[in-house]
């Protein structure tokens, strides 16, 4: 095959890994983007969360050995372990100083990760997956398991978009987000909201946390610092509190990624996507988009 | 009542003997070695084994009697451990600690990127007036990244020799299998130690051996995504993959190879890897990986220090395993240089702990005999071992 159709292909191929294991980013950015629109706060545990719960369906799946309901089981248990953030590091904190629930979640994210450090001693623990193939088009390959992280991401994403477009529960988060004084008026609780809030987003959490894993095909709490940062990256560039722009900008973040790991090596690649970053703070300081889900 | 009144004096009596008698028993007095290593954080594991390791061996040690000190007198070993967190500057602040205690040795740590500055901090050269530097021996069991302890006359190592353990390696491999013609490497190259085995030992040793090195991947300690460096792999199709990475991306890699069937005829792999970790996160994938190590339960000795250390809830491995030859070393320096482990000979103790093991030539080892060099560092005996069937088994003994 000629030299350039092979390294256009790689590029492509670059491209479209960094898209589809970007779905994880997206999910994490979401979580991020959704507390931060319902309350104004950024939730820095979210990632450990995450972790911490596809960590917790391990048990689960070595009593039912399906990858599925380890899956679902994460889901619910970072939806729980997303309340307890909540009532920890939110409900009862002076909500007027910025900093107590920041360094309260900062807490919550350092507790988490020596939590599952001490579990486990640190060590990798194998992460079941659906799939584990590659589909080949030629030199072209696809993998299975990023296409079910993918999918498995946009029914997610839709399942949340569903919730908050066309439920009451969802109008009740966006009127909380958008007037919560004029929400309280009309009888939506603030607080209920706000933790139904985590426990969506943990739930969330917990798909994106199982799907890193089973894309990875082990867990470790190497994984928490990095999807974090990764996750506050996507929030910003997406523009915080807009879910579409969460979306969009995980996508292109785990592209990019990718992109500039094929061109400029490992050693530089993060700098670039930080590059990124510091480019969109200064000159489109509301993300992608602007925020769709925020106070007035 | 008059009889209690009567008794009183009597009971006092008894309880002033005791008193009075307390100092004949406080003459057992006790030595202390300070071990830090990392105990919390991703390499956690590697801090917990040792600490268990030592534990063990001091056991050992005390149970058969403890260590003779230089009046004649015997003393048991007392180990504390603190956690540096592979933190150098928390390694630095744990070693000032140990120093204000009196702790004649401290064995650590575990990371070579804490142990790099924290040598550093020693008095360079003994005897040095104008060196203001720490006077604490510091013998090491984990931090692996060559040629540390020449920083300092009070750094010591206990640390396989990994150049000469590639070395040996490539040439045997190129002597069993003449076919096998290149290697390409693969390595984690945000961490000291496999950052330094790849660019400094395996690259070079395979070369001199005979390997055309096609290239090289490389990912970060925290990466998930291994899919282009394992397509670079596939595109340069080397005879041997050579991945000086930790267990966590190893495994990454090693699965994103089975994804893209990426089959090298041979896959050799980092000292650090050979270890449960790496099993317990992918075994199957890590079938056949061939890593030189210079701890295998092979021996009496060192089946009894793998069964020793289970008991204290820890594993023998290539590092942990250096921290119960290193105690025992100590029992026999501190014997030998005759140390008072008394509060007002603590100085004295440690200088002469620091010259025992400096004059030391040969020590024992759980596999035999180890070579110590001028530099303080260790040549220890090695064997190679592959993974097979979700354990490691000895594929060759070099030695032999």
């Not at chain 2, 990244?145 to 000469?164: H, M, T, Y």
């Not at chain 2, 001199?208 to 394992?230: I, M, R």
Request: include cysteine; charged fraction near 20%.
């Amino acid at each position: 095959m000629d030299d350039f159709l092979l390294e256009l292909i790689y590029v492509v191929q670059s491209i479209v890994d960094g898209i589809l294991f970007g779905t994880t980013y997206a999910l994490i950015g979401i979580g991020f983007t959704l507390i931060f629109g319902v309350m104004h706060k950024l939730n820095l545990a979210y990632g450990a969360v995450s972790i911490g719960g596809a960590y917790a369906s391990l048990m689960i799946f070595h009593l039912v050995p399906s990858p599925i309901v380890a899956y679902l089981a994460s889901a619910v248990a970072t939806g729980a372990f997303g309340y307890l953030v909540y009532l920890c590091c939110f409900r009862f904190l002076p909500l007027s100083n910025p900093l107590a629930p920041l360094m309260a979640t900062v807490g919550a994210f350092l507790f988490i990760d020596e939590v599952i450090v001490h579990a486990t001693n640190g060590m990798p623990e194998p992460y079941p997956s659906v799939f584990d193939e590659m589909i080949f088009f030629g030199e072209f390959g696809l993998r299975s398991d990023l296409l079910f992280v993918f999918a498995i991401g946009l029914i997610s994403m839709l399942v949340l978009m569903y919730v908050l477009y066309r439920t009451r529960l969802g109008l009740a988060v966006r009127a909380v987000s958008q007037q919560p004084v004029a929400a309280e008026l009309c009888g939506m609780s603030q607080e209920r909201t706000n933790a139904i809030t985590f426990v969506i987003t943990g739930a969330l959490g917990g798909v994106a946390g199982a799907m890193i894993g089973a894309s990875v095909g082990v867990l470790s709490p190497l994984l928490v610092a990095p999807i974090t940062i990764k996750g506050l990256i996507v929030t910003v560039i997406g523009g915080l509190g807009s879910i579409p722009g969460a979306i969009i900008a995980g996508l292109a973040v785990g592209a990019f990624e990718n992109l500039f790991q094929y061109f400029r090596g490992v050693t530089e690649r993060d700098m670039y996507v930080m590059l990124l970053l510091f480019l969109f703070l200064t000159f489109r300081p509301g993300g992608i988009f602007s925020s769709s889900i925020g106070r007035d | 009542m008059r009889k209690t009144w009567v008794l009183l004096p009597a009971i006092a009596a008894v309880i002033s003997m005791g008193f009075v008698a307390q100092p004949a028993v406080s003459q057992e007095r006790s030595v202390k070695i300070a071990g830090f290593g990392a105990r919390s954080g991703v390499v956690r594991s590697f801090g917990v084994n040792t600490e268990a390791v030592m534990r063990a061996a001091a056991d050992q040690i005390n149970k058969s009697g403890g260590v003779k000190l230089g009046d004649g007198s015997m003393g048991k070993i007392e180990i504390s451990f603190d956690d540096d967190r592979c933190n150098a500057e928390e390694g630095i602040s744990v070693l000032r600690r140990i120093a204000s205690t009196d702790a004649v040795v401290a064995v650590g740590p575990t990371c070579s990127n804490v142990a790099e500055p924290l040598f550093g901090i020693l008095q360079k050269r003994v005897g040095d007036a104008g060196d203001s530097g720490l006077k604490m021996p510091i013998f090491t069991d984990t931090a692996i990244k060559g040629g540390l302890a020449q920083i300092s006359d009070w750094a010591f190592r206990n640390v396989p020799n990994e150049a000469e353990m590639y070395q040996s390696l490539f040439v045997w491999l190129q002597k069993e299998n003449p076919e096998l013609k290149s290697v390409y490497g693969g390595v984690e190259e945000d961490f000291a130690h496999s950052r330094f085995t790849w660019h400094k030992v395996m690259k070079t040793k395979s070369g001199d051996a005979g390997y055309n090195v096609l290239g090289e991947s490389k990912w970060l300690l925290a990466d998930t995504n291994f899919t282009t460096q394992v397509r670079e792999m596939k595109k340069a199709n080397p005879d041997i993959i050579a991945i000086s990475a930790h267990p966590f991306t190893t495994c990454g890699v090693l699965k994103e190879m089975a994804r893209q069937k990426v089959k090298p005829k041979l896959l050799v792999g980092l000292t650090s890897s050979s270890s449960m970790e790496t099993l317990n996160g992918c075994a199957e994938q890590a079938e056949g990986i061939i890593i030189p190590t210079s701890f295998a339960p092979v021996t009496p000795e060192a089946e009894m220090a793998a069964a020793a250390a289970a008991r204290f809830d820890g594993s023998a491995d290539l590092h942990s395993a250096a921290a119960w030859e290193i105690v025992m070393v100590l029992k026999d320096v501190m014997e030998s240089q005759g140390i008072m482990a008394k509060a007002d000979t603590v100085d004295a103790d440690r200088a002469k702990v620091r010259d025992g093991l400096a004059a030391l030539k040969t020590t024992k080892g759980l596999l035999g005999t180890i070579k110590r060099t001028d530099e303080g560092e260790a040549l220890k005996p090695y064997v190679y071992v592959h993974a097979k069937g979700g354990n490691w088994k000895v594929l060759h003994d070099p030695g032999i």
